[in-house]
């Protein structure tokens, strides 16, 4: 079975300051794709990034990045000049290759101080 | 503007009746998506839908059912045979059921068993 395991149920940052989010993941597959949801107080749920497996370069939108480990099975997300926008649930997601059935991890609660 | 909506924002209902949500999307999408969010679980899928008059069950279906008669439409009916029905649900769709599309997801529909 596929599973996506978040350790850090809460994380706090200072504004301006850089953080990493963890996630681990398990699987038997060798195509898949991996994702970060955001979803803000409004519960509305937002895409930050997505990294396909055969690929090897770490995926980037503008202050966030990942750090994908296919060998680790390890994907972290790095927040870079934390803004207080950026308060939120963070979820982890992975589909593997034939279907779009998201596998989500339990969340990290991650709040931007000023 | 191109989106999904759920009705209602709030919903109530006495142990015992069957509540139906409500999702419309006009993004043009095939596929379409319902999730449970319990505290600490993250998201769980109940059913979804790759093209019109299709749907499957996903992780968690028993007690919940759907249609799919219209393209735009996934209403998702919960009834008295769901145990603990009091959860978070939140809609979602994308393009087609490959699995690096995004999935686009809606405001969600809060419902209370009382």
């Known amino acids: 079975a596929q599973t996506v395991t978040q350790s850090q149920p809460e994380m706090s940052v200072q504004e301006a300051e850089t953080v990493t989010l963890s996630c681990t993941y398990d699987t038997s597959e060798n195509n898949y794709y991996l994702f970060w949801y955001k979803q803000p107080p409004s519960r509305q749920m937002i895409l930050v990034i997505r990294?396909?497996?055969?690929?090897?370069q770490n995926a980037t939108e503008n202050r966030f990045s990942v750090n994908f480990q296919k060998a680790a099975k390890s994907f972290s997300l790095k927040i870079s000049d934390s803004q207080l926008g950026d308060t939120a649930m963070y979820f982890c997601a992975f589909i593997r290759g034939a279907t779009n059935k998201l596998i989500f991890g339990t969340g990290t609660l991650l709040a931007v101080q000023p | 503007d191109g989106g999904i909506t759920q009705s209602p924002k709030y919903l109530f209902r006495k142990e015992g009746q069957n509540v139906t949500l409500s999702c419309e999307q006009n993004?043009?999408?095939?596929?379409m998506y319902w999730y449970r969010q319990d505290p600490g679980q993250g998201l769980r899928l109940i059913y979804y839908s790759q093209i019109v008059n299709d749907f499957q069950k996903g992780d968690i279906a028993e007690g919940y059912s759907v249609s799919r008669e219209k393209k735009e439409s996934f209403p998702l009916t919960v009834t008295s045979a769901q145990k603990n029905p009091t959860a978070f649900y939140l809609c979602?769709?994308?393009?087609?059921?490959?699995?690096?599309?995004?999935?686009?997801f809606g405001p969600g529909t809060r419902l209370t068993v009382l």
């Open positions: 990294q396909e497996a055969y690929k090897q």
């Open positions: 979602a769709s994308s393009p087609d059921f490959r699995s690096y599309n995004e999935q686009f």
């Open positions: 993004l043009n999408h095939d596929a």
